[in-house]
């Protein structure tokens, strides 16, 4: 069965230094997704992603966060200046159609220190 | 704005036991529901989804729910859980906007222990 990949699946960052998530998404879906999960809370919709363009964010989204399609294949979340709140599990999303099921991975647990 | 409720944080069944999870939402139009499964280090795999025709809906593992729009609810209910059901479980609702652009929010989860 097709998978959603993430990599690494633990980074480890100092505050204030810039990370990039790495995902690859299920080779012919169209839309692509991050959430986030703090430790003990419930996952959040950080951002979509459809035809080369972000399509819908939340709150949580603000300037320190950006999403890229670099080569057609990946999907990266880049985080520019790290703050120990960002700590938390980052999950991947694909979807052929969001109303038919998401595909998530396994998730990049970020610890910020 | 959509929102979901699962009023259990901790369920604790025997096993061979049945299981009823319970998820209220709210959205205005009709939703499209989901039940994810999420075992310790691992990711969000789904469970079922509802967007329309027959309200009680059949997922993988022996899973199923149930969406009722009086109530605004969307059950997850399984007759018999096996010890390896042990896991957090989340609701989640999108919105039907008929695209696939909108994300899916989720309720705090459900977590379910299954005793011997």
């Known amino acids: 069965e097709p998978e959603v990949t993430q990599t690494p699946s633990h980074q480890v960052t100092q505050m204030g230094q810039e990370v990039i998530l790495r995902c690859v998404p299920i080779?012919?879906?169209?839309?692509f997704y991050w959430y986030r999960q703090i430790l003990g809370q419930k996952v959040e919709f950080l951002v979509s992603?459809?035809?080369?363009?972000?399509?819908?964010k939340s709150e949580i989204f603000d300037d320190q966060f950006s999403v890229e399609r670099p080569d057609g294949s990946n999907f990266t979340l880049k985080i520019r200046s790290t703050k120990l709140e960002d700590s938390a599990m980052y999950f991947c999303?694909?979807?052929?159609?969001?109303?038919?099921?998401?595909?998530f991975g396994s998730g990049t647990r970020l610890t910020v220190v | 704005a959509q929102s979901v409720t699962q009023p259990d944080i901790h369920i604790t069944v025997s096993e061979g036991a049945s299981l009823e999870l319970r998820c209220n939402y709210s959205?205005?139009?009709?939703?499209?529901l989901f039940w994810y499964v999420q075992s310790p280090g691992q990711g969000l795999q789904l469970l079922l989804k509802?967007?329309?025709?027959?309200?009680l809906v059949q997922g993988i593992k022996g899973f199923e729910a149930e969406f009722k729009r009086s109530q605004s609810s969307f059950n997850l209910r399984k007759p018999s859980v096996h010890w390896s059901d042990a896991a957090e479980y989340f609701c989640?609702?999108?919105?039907?906007?008929?695209?696939?652009?909108?994300?899916?929010?989720f309720g705090k989860g459900t977590h379910l222990i299954i005793q011997p």
């Open positions: 999303a694909s979807s052929g159609d969001g109303r038919y099921g998401y595909t």
């Open positions: 080779s012919n879906h169209l839309y």
């Open positions: 992603f459809y035809n080369n363009e972000i399509s819908e």
């Open positions: 959205y205005g139009a009709t939703p499209y």
């Open positions: 509802y967007f329309s025709g027959d309200t």
């Open positions: 989640a609702v999108a919105q039907n906007s008929g695209g696939g652009a909108d994300g899916l929010t």
